[in-house]
């Protein structure tokens, strides 16, 4: 029923970033998720295709290799509707800690003690920091969503999610 529901909204958002820049509308992003085990994450294309020819880099709130239409799409969060299908195929849950590429999991486990424990549960569409913090940008701000990610770790619960879901419904 959600999938139907917002089944234009996803057909609307692939037709504006088919017409509007060269390569695919689908973006798969290779994430870490539960006990570690790498995934394909789906994701509506909002950055320029030669984004990241200079290897992976921190996503900001203004980057400047997110085309026009993608920060629409990013600001209604409409990139994360093909995410749908990693829940339905058992990747990720709806709510729960933000899956991380394997680029940075390895550094940011280095630097930050106990991240590697966002990992003992699936990731989420969305969560608990990512409703409080929004984008990371950096390792300080990967250390400010990992105290929200620990802190969702000890309390969740069905209360707890559906608390998430509906913040996430309003932002």
Not at 10 to 29: C, D, E, H, M, N
Not at 135 to 163: C, I, P
């Amino acid at each position: 029923p959600l999938t139907i529901l917002l089944s234009p909204f996803l057909l609307l958002s692939a037709i504006a970033i088919k017409l509007t820049s060269r390569g695919p509308v689908l973006y798969r992003q290779k994430r870490v998720g539960e006990r570690g085990r790498e995934f394909d994450v789906l994701k509506l294309r909002t950055m320029r295709i030669d984004s990241e020819a200079e290897g992976a880099q921190w996503s900001t709130a203004d980057d400047p290799r997110v085309t026009p239409v993608g920060r629409v799409v990013r600001r209604l969060h409409l990139d994360e509707l093909p995410q749908l299908l990693n829940v339905l195929r058992g990747d990720m849950t709806f709510v729960g800690p933000r899956p991380e590429r394997p680029e940075m999991v390895a550094e940011l486990e280095r630097r930050l003690p106990n991240y590697r424990r966002r990992h003992l549960i699936k990731p989420g569409v969305t969560g608990w920091a990512q409703v409080r913090c929004g984008y990371a940008g950096s390792t300080l701000g990967t250390a400010w969503k990992l105290s929200h990610d620990l802190f969702y770790l000890k309390r969740r619960s069905r209360l707890v999610n559906a608390m998430i879901v509906l913040e996430t419904l309003v932002i």
